[in-house]
């Protein structure tokens, strides 16, 4: 890809992953499994989607060069795929410099919030 930043906006159905530069950038969206949840009298259970650890290895596959990540998203699916990247991949969890929630941006509004991440980031290093 040749993008030392990337951003990973993600939920329970896709991800967008866009890897920038100052002037330029790349985006991939991976789509999750869908899965259908029945809901029937007297069950007892959550009602939400079960995780697909295959999804997010996906996520992991199309961000894995970055240099530094952000993951953003508007629900827990961002904390599922940082707790995978933990576990599966450590050498990728350093490059994660942060994790906040975003609602639903469009990926123009995500990949300016993501380049001022990124600036006010680089200013609070030691030079």
């Known amino acids: ?6 951003v990973i906006w ?11 530069g100052r002037s ?8 999750a499994p869908h899965v259908h949840l029945h809901h029937k ?3 007892v259970g959550p009602g939400r989607a079960p995780e697909h650890p295959e999804f997010y290895e996906k996520v992991v596959v199309a961000a894995r060069d970055a240099g ?7 629900a827990d699916a961002k ?3 940082v707790r995978h990247i933990e576990r599966k991949h450590p050498e990728l969890s350093a490059r994660v410099i942060g994790v906040e929630t975003v609602d639903h941006p469009s990926d123009g509004q995500l990949l300016a ?3 001022q991440y990124f600036q006010a980031a680089d200013r609070m290093r030691p030079q």
Request: glycine share 4%.
């Open 113 to 115: 919030h993501a380049r």
């Open 41 to 43: 009298e007297k069950e």
């Open 79 to 81: 904390l599922h795929l």
């Open 68 to 74: 530094e990540l952000l993951i953003v998203g508007p």
């Open 1 to 6: 890809m040749g993008h030392f930043h990337a």
């Open 24 to 31: 330029d950038a790349e985006s991939e969206i991976i789509k």
């Open 10 to 20: 993600i939920d329970h159905h896709e991800a967008h992953v866009i890897h920038f």
